[in-house]
């Protein structure tokens, strides 16, 4: 297993991608019983009542079967659980470390476990739900932020949490994605463009929501009021991530309802870079691709 975290992220989402290529499913919405059948693995859907796991992958020998669960009756974590699974399936090393019980490995998919391999398929499940040459597409088109999530989300049937993923990864505006529990940082990524404005620390894993930011006071609010929620706010880089420099930003917040999650959105409009908003109709120079991926600020 490679040790840099974000190579094997995209070694993983270009395996994925090469999957698809090879079966003749590149497009979306990725066609997950298309892809089954190609590989000759049966999918079946668990009870609603079977609830602790995401999915199954089950293997006697040489064959295998993928279960998955319904206990969150939305397609985009159904779709995800499927596609953690062959994750499992076509990532190197697993189907030879992963622990099978009586010929059963059973999935926490979802970015929610600390488990290396579980992390694995996580990446390569929203790389194979939203491979980089078609989304990269959509993004050109999409408002930035949460705006962005949702019509990734939308077009690949995924998650929530998986397109955030995928759009911090692979977007070309200034902004970070922050998935908290109980107040708490559970991860922070940061979009290339964001990084380069450099001076500027993480947020940790376990660190405290920074205070007096709408997400902290959404966090302390119950959770049953929380749900669905949907919120925006202004606020400045520098509250979330210090630095010397202000640098306003538009902080979305969504309650994932799953897990108790809370996902937010920080974009940084000023940052954007304005070459970019014309790029359908240019024809792009390496240069001018450099130079887009160099944030720097309106005047
Ligand atoms: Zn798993």
Redesign the pocket.
Known sequence: MIRNPDLQQRKLVRLAEHVLREKGLLSLPVDLKALAEACSIPLQAMDADEDGVSGMLLRFGNTFGIRYATHIPSEGFQRFSIA??FG?YFAEGHLDH?QFEAGI?S???GFVSADP??RE?DYFAAGLLMPSSLIRALLKRAREGLQSIETLRREAGASTVAAAIRYISETHDAAAIVVSHNSHVDYCFKSEALKQLGGQSWLRKGATLPAGTLTASIARRPAADRRRLREEADSDILDWFGGTRAVPVVEQVVDLGRYDRVLTVLSCAQLVDDTYQDEDELDESDEAMEERWTPRFRR
Do not use: G, N, Q
Request: hydrophobic share 25%; no cysteine.
């Open positions: 953690h699974e499992h992963i490995h999935s926490r998919a391999y579980e398929a």
